[in-house]
Every structure is written in C-alpha cells, then in structure tokens.
T-cell receptor, first 113, second 114 residues
Framework: DQQVKQNSPSLSVQEGRISILNCDYT??????FLWYKKYPAEGPTFLIS?????DKNEDGRFTVFLNKSAKHLSLHIVPSQPGDSAVYFC????????????FGTGTSLTVIP | KAGVTQTPRYLIKTRGQQVTLSCSPI?????VSWYQQTPGQGLQFLFE???????NKGNFPGRFSGRQFSNSRSEMNVSTLELGDSALYLC?????????????FGEGSRLTVL
C-alpha cells in the first residue's frame, strides 16, 4: 500500500525555467514532509522540509508547497539548473505514527542546457 | 563531521547465501534506519533502531534482520538470499527518533544476487 505517490516517473525542463515536482499522500496523519535529491551511486541528500502547520517553505531556489485538504505537496525549483538533474523523492511521517518515513517512488528530473 | 558510512559499497552473492551490511551513523546520532531501494519501488522501510532497540520493522520477511550496538553502529543481515533481494540498501541516521527529523543517508550498499 503506497501511502506516498509520485505519479510522474520523469520530467524534463529547460535550463532557467521552473521545475515542478508533485507528490500525493493518502494518510491524513502525516504531519512532516521532506524532499530528497539522489544522484546515481550516491545516497539521497536532504533538500527541504515542511511541517503540516505551514503551507509553504522556501530555501533559495527551492520552495515546497503543502495543500493539506488535497493531500498534495509540490517542490518548485526556480530557476532550474543542469546540476539539478537527479531523482527526487518525497517522504512523509507522522508524530503519532510509527517511527519511519514513507517514501514515494521518485521523479527523475532532467534539466536541459 | 563525518557522514553516514556504509560498508561494503558493492557486493555480489549467490542465491542461498547470507550477507551482512554495516552502517556507522553520524557521531551523536542514536537512530539508525535501513531502507531497500529497487527500481520503480522507491525506498522501502526495513527497520529502525534507537539506543540498541528495534523500534519499528517494515513489511519484510524474517530473513531480514538487524541490530544496533552500544556505539550506535548498526548491521543488517539477509539470510537465504533470493534473486529479488538484489537492491541498493540504504542506511540513514538521525539525532532523534526517525520520524521527527531529517534523515542523513549513507551512499548505500549495492547487493547483487546471482
């Protein structure tokens, strides 16, 4: 049962444009969300997080939006750079749930120079 | 500050064998989680250890086991390997219990079962 879903396996964007990666979840008890970036042959690295008390969090070129009513979050990268080409995973957890993160299946982003 | 270290990075085994993977967390981190990554499946949670106690276990068969030592280092073991166990095994550490803060991942151990 996939509680966190990333329905787009891949995304291609021109350099300088906005990349929007989407993530949907089913468990209303999730209250903390993370985005990770993963290059081949490396472990995932943390990008940005958001808690359910917020609907937006920004860090430089990265912004995460949370729509609790729709159980949807998105990661915006502006402007996109070739070095952003990687697989992006969203993950969710809940303070009242078991001590683990639930990960999506990932979206492979390609930024075209 | 040293990151999460996983050994070995790559290994090849045959069906029926067993394997042990090791993870050294970031100094001061008491929680270690293990995830399995396979193509198209994302990261699947295996288990979490905190202060030498297994706090949570994912939906994997009993062939998958783990432990944590007093210095927070962790090992996971897979017995009677099957072809489907071929995957990237990722270890992550965190300062507190694993669902309340950022996870720091190692580079993974890539297991190939022939």
């Amino acid at each position: 049962d996939q509680q966190v879903k990333q329905n787009s396996p891949s995304l291609s964007v021109q350099e300088g444009r906005i990349s929007i990666l989407n993530c949907d979840y089913t468990n209303s008890m999730f209250d903390y969300f993370l985005w990770y970036k993963k290059y081949p042959a490396e472990g995932p690295t943390f990008l940005i997080s958001i808690s359910s008390i917020k609907d937006k969090n920004e860090d430089g070129r990265f912004t995460v939006f949370l729509n609790k009513s729709a159980k949807h979050l998105s990661l915006h990268i502006v402007p996109s750079q070739p070095g952003d080409s990687a697989v992006y995973f969203c993950a969710a957890s809940g303070i009242l749930l078991a001590s683990q993160f639930y990960f999506g299946t990932g979206t492979s982003l390609t930024v075209i120079p | 500050k040293a990151g999460v270290t996983q050994t070995p990075r790559y290994l090849i085994k045959t069906r029926g064998q067993q394997v042990t993977l090791s993870c050294s967390p970031i100094s001061g981190h008491r929680s270690v989680s293990w995830y399995q990554q396979t193509p198209g499946q994302g990261l699947q949670f295996l288990f979490e250890y905190f202060s030498e106690t297994q706090r949570n276990k994912g939906n994997f068969p009993g062939r998958f086991s783990g432990r944590q030592f007093s210095n927070s280092r962790s090992e996971m073991n897979v017995s009677t390997l099957e072809l489907g166990d071929s995957a990237l095994y990722l270890c992550a550490s965190s300062l507190t219990v694993a669902n309340t803060g950022e996870l720091f991942f190692g580079e993974g151990s890539r297991l190939t079962v022939l």
